[in-house]
């Protein structure tokens, strides 16, 4: 009999179509069964040993729930016998009804238990599922305002980066990597291909309550850089060093093709599946159980890495006309040269400038560098750039490149060309010369493993608010001594010297000035953006442990209105 591997997790969904992926553990049909409405069956497909399925469901209607049920070859998989979970159901979207979005990055994959917990403290995404679930109650510190009645569910969640470790890997993965080829070979605990990629994917989406939210919740995924390598892509000089290894290439291949099956796939509307070119191959052999992409699919990974302008990671999701959200790759596009460097290339931007437009209430963009950092630590980061680049003369372009790399200097404002064209396009939408201003432009990001709330300064003519919210980290706090070191650093010393340094090596200002609203935090959260209208209300939850540690309670960490008449 064949069992199910991995899933269901429910994926693109709008407000006729669902896409629901699974992972089998062998050559199969996997039928999608929902209660008043549509099936749908797909055939598996191969990937070094690793067997998957994308069931697609159409002609849904707008703002239903739909129970539904998985079978493989026939036999019964999903839901489980004895959950004390609710049926998983395919909610689709309805765009006249206001939208929640709940969103956040970082996220590792350790147990549950007290262990757990007090390395890595409570899973907010776990904590989130559960009172979803109706297995926790609320309290008077609960982030819904239906104090003590269920809560009301996201639409859909965006997961902005961190989604699994590869470099930083836990006891469990570690265990894999010793019993597969032992530590002592390169490169030691850290991943090596493809294979060691899906049993990460594996712990990370195994627990059963985060699995049961994955299956009942939309989501979209974009990487960041410990998806692959912590400060993946930073400089022309780091993907040498990269690249002068044996492991490597590997690596990369193994990162960026599990990426496509596990995450992106699913990002993907029925119609751009239909241009992309493995899927086609896909469906060209669609009545073939086990027909196996591996080698096309490593060739695809290995250009991507190498010729960039190759694939498009980034997507675009129109919400209706309350809101566009707007997922942009801020790793893989990137040019490294020493004359010209870009968080994203020529291709990237011309796309992204199509993409940031009004004619919506709120315009939502994701990427998974904070796009507004703390704005001292803004121009430490564009002071580190130019002088990597000989902005103090060409004997401190070495130590230059050091700092960026030891510090993690490697965010939009590190990358001023990309930032500047970024910030232009911005400052257009928000003056209403791409169609409608919109009421918000908010940028939702992750990484920095600390959440706040930025506001740019009002400026004549710009009618949109502009905001920074960042969520980050789901769960992989830091330790006490590094929260104290990065508020201190981001919000206090760097003020002053960054300015002072960025002038001195004739850094640009920023076209606007921004100011913190909210925050620093540094609990693990997840966030929530609820559209009311003109305005938006923003929320962080972490969870906490009272009485029973396998049931943490949602509890609030910030709650913040932003009105715009």
């Not at 791409?434 to 432009?441: E, K, L, M, V």
């Not at 706040?452 to 980050?472: D, W």
Request: glycine share 8%; with cysteine; net charge negative.
């Amino acid at each position: 009999m064949t069992s199910l591997v991995l899933g269901p997790l429910l994926r693109h969904v709008d407000e006729t179509s669902a896409s629901i992926w699974v992972e089998v553990d062998a050559p199969a049909r996997v039928r999608v069964t929902t209660e008043g409405g549509p099936s749908a069956e797909s055939a598996t497909f191969a990937v070094h040993g690793h067997h998957y399925a994308l069931v697609c469901l159409d002609g849904l209607e707008r703002g239903r729930r739909y129970p539904y049920a998985v079978t493989v070859d026939g036999e019964a998989v999903w839901p489980e016998p004895g959950s004390d979970l609710p049926p998983s159901v395919v909610p689709t979207l309805d765009h006249r009804k206001p939208l929640r979005l709940a969103y956040g990055s970082c996220r590792t994959s350790v147990g549950h238990d007290r262990e757990g917990n007090a390395t890595h403290g409570v899973d907010a995404l776990r904590a989130f599922a559960l009172r979803m679930a109706g297995l926790t109650d609320a309290g008077s510190d609960d982030p819904d305002r239906s104090h003590g009645g269920a809560p009301r569910w996201p639409d859909l969640v965006a997961f902005l980066g961190d989604q699994v470790y590869a470099d930083e890997t836990t006891k469990e993965m570690q265990a894999f990597i010793e019993q597969r080829r032992g530590l002592d070979s390169e490169p030691g605990d850290e991943l090596k291909d493809y294979e060691e990629y899906a049993h990460l994917y594996r712990l990370a989406w195994s627990d059963p309550v985060n699995r049961w939210l994955l299956s009942t919740l939309p989501s979209l995924m974009i990487f960041d850089d410990h998806d692959i390598r912590d400060d993946w892509n930073t400089s022309r000089a780091w993907k040498d060093e990269m690249e002068a290894t044996s492991w490597w290439h590997d690596r990369i291949v193994g990162g960026l093709a599990s990426y496509w099956v596990y995450q992106h796939l699913g990002n993907m509307t029925p119609s751009e599946r239909v241009e992309d070119d493995i899927w086609q191959l896909l469906l060209e052999h669609a009545d073939e159980p086990g027909y196996d992409v591996s080698d096309v699919l490593d060739a695809f990974a290995d250009r991507a890495d190498q010729e960039p302008t190759s694939y498009r990671w980034s997507f675009v999701r129109d919400l209706g006309p309350q809101a566009r959200l707007v997922v942009v790759d801020s790793r893989a596009a990137r040019v490294l040269e020493d004359d010209d460097r870009s968080i994203l290339d020529e291709e990237e931007l011309a796309w992204l400038d199509g993409q940031l437009r009004g004619d919506v209430d709120h315009l939502l963009v994701a990427t998974s560098l904070p796009f507004l950092l703390a704005p001292g630590l803004h121009y430490v980061e564009a002071f580190s750039e130019a002088l990597a680049g000989g902005g103090w003369g060409r004997r401190l372009t070495g130590f230059g490149e050091k700092v960026r790399q030891t510090v993690d200097l490697e965010h939009w404002a590190a990358f001023q060309k990309g930032f500047g064209e970024v910030a232009r396009m911005t400052l257009e939408v928000g003056r209403g010369e791409r169609g409608r201003a919109p009421a918000t432009i908010t940028f939702l990001s992750g990484d920095v493993h600390h959440s706040y709330l930025s506001a740019v300064k009002p400026l004549p003519g710009v009618r949109s608010r502009i905001l920074q919210a960042v969520c980050s980290p789901i769960r992989n706090p830091l330790s006490r001594k590094w929260r104290f070191a990065t508020a201190a650093l981001s919000y206090g010393v760097a003020g002053p010297l960054g300015h002072v340094a960025a002038r001195s090596a004739k850094v640009p200002e920023a076209p606007f000035s921004w100011r913190l609203v909210e925050g620093p935090w540094f609990d693990n959260n997840l966030a929530v953006l609820e559209v009311h209208g003109e305005g938006i209300r923003l929320w962080w939850a972490t969870g906490k442990v009272e009485d029973d540690v396998d049931r943490p309670r949602l509890v609030r960490v910030s709650d913040v209105s932003i009105d715009c008449p």
